[in-house]
């Protein structure tokens, strides 16, 4: 296994899950509609949006009817959200560093027709995970005496996109089922730094007898590990996953609501990166008559999105009031249960003489999550005819009991939310929310990619706006 291969899909990885994904709640962003963003994501049995019929597909079957508030034949809803993120941090000794704040922004799309009296299509086009961290952090080279520091860029982004079409049947008036599916396209970027075992690494034959490693490991470098800058991109083309989900209507106030998302097809982040060996080995490789960059080909392999299960329950303990709650549980533990990764087609002949062979690489990575679990309140009142206020709290489990990469740690722990609903006379209505992933810290722990990063303490804190414009006839 070449070190120096392990940092880059390590970095791959956390840039994939562990930027700060925007407004995050359950490995997804806090509500898909501006309404169930702002009840803190309940949405398993609302049944008030096309958007959130991705994430139980049987609403939209309880969606259309004859009430003020209800299309009728169809709807178009569009959704702009904005995300703010701030984070700040110590390192080990307790100097402070802080990120730029991270701005970002998405749309969300839904169509939904009744071809029925009991049943609907619909299609929506939304980001299902996004985010990003942009810093710069002090590092300790490994090479020469004395110490030497270098500064290095952090910049490290994810945006997955999915495009999920639903259809729901309505069984009789108290119970619709319905199914989906969602074909999601993937793109992270990655820029950072990592150390690794200079004879692990470089295991090519040198002039003098032995491997390179050894070599540069021996009199008079002495060099045990060193630090090697990366920056690249990478893809999933396409991986898609199929839902389906129940709503039953026992009582005019009661609605229960259960869906189950399947795991994803298996499909390859492929992309390029970077190497640059010349901050730390410089003037050794040129005294040798080496260059010290070369771009790699790199692919990890099999990457599946995880299943769901979800339950939810609404409730209206009078005319105007709703209160709705959600549980989930995401298996993002078989997600990462070991990844193949390759780094393959070294463009630099020098890298092929360094590393052996042809100076490609794979191996298993063994990265390790726990299943996430999510609990959310929320609830609305009906203050006007045309004016709905609401407001929702939620929680979730880590799934990486700690910090998984500089800047960042998974998930926040706490949100707050707080929307309201404009509703037009002729269809036409606007909701607003305002969604707060809450200031949240965490200690990491050794860090296995950079030692200048193990024992970082961040705090990290996201907000969000979303406006959603709904147009039903």
Known sequence: ?????????????????????????????????????????????????????????????????????????????????????????????????AADPAFGGGLWLGYAAALSDRSFLGVTLTPTLAGGVTMDRDTELQVGTPTR????????????????????????ESFSVGVGASL???????????????????????????TWGEFLSDDPFNIDTMQAEYNGDAEGVLAADAHLGLLWEPARNWRVGAWYRSPSTRTDLEGGVDINLEPELGPILDFYGL??????????????????????LSHAPSARDRLHLDATWTEWSDTFSGWPVLLSGPSNDDFRELVG??????????????????????????????????GGLGWQSDPTAGSIGPGSHAFNTWHATLGL?????????????????????????????????????????IYSLAVQYVLSW
């Open 421 to 461: 609903s404009l509703w037009g006379e002729n269809g036409g209505d606007w909701h607003f929310a305002l969604v707060a992933a809450l200031p949240d810290s965490v200690q990491g722990g050794v860090n296995q990619s950079l030692s200048d990063f193990s024992f970082d303490t961040y705090r990290t804190a």
């Open 357 to 390: 062979g042809n100076g490609d690489t794979s191996f298993d990575l063994d990265l390790r999550w726990h299943d996430v679990y999510t609990l959310s309140l929320g609830y609305e009142r009906d203050l006007a005819r045309d004016l709905t206020v609401r």
């Open 1 to 97: 296994m070449s070190g120096a291969g392990a940092w880059t899909a390590r970095l791959l990885v956390w840039a994939l899950f562990g930027a700060r994904l925007s407004a995050q709640q359950g490995g997804e962003i806090t509500g898909i509609s501006a309404l169930s963003a702002g009840r803190a994501g309940t949405s398993g049995a609302a049944a008030d949006s096309v958007l959130d019929s991705a994430r139980n597909p049987a609403t939209l079957a309880f969606l259309f009817g004859d009430g003020p508030r209800q299309p009728h034949a169809g709807t178009l809803e569009a959704t702009g959200r904005l995300f703010y993120a701030t984070v700040e941090g110590r390192d080990a000794s307790g100097e402070p560093f």
């Open 149 to 172: 520091m270098r500064e290095i860029e952090i910049d490290n982004h994810v945006l997955q996109v999915a495009l999920q079409p639903v259809f729901a049947w309505r069984l009789d």
């Open 291 to 312: 260059n010290g960059r070369s771009h790699y080909d790199v692919t990890v392999e099999d990457v599946r999105f995880p299943q769901q299960l979800g339950l939810g």
């Open 184 to 210: 999601r396209h993937t793109r992270v970027g990655l820029q950072s730094a990592a150390e690794f075992d200079i004879v692990e690494t470089f295991q090519g034959d040198s002039p003098f007898g032995n």
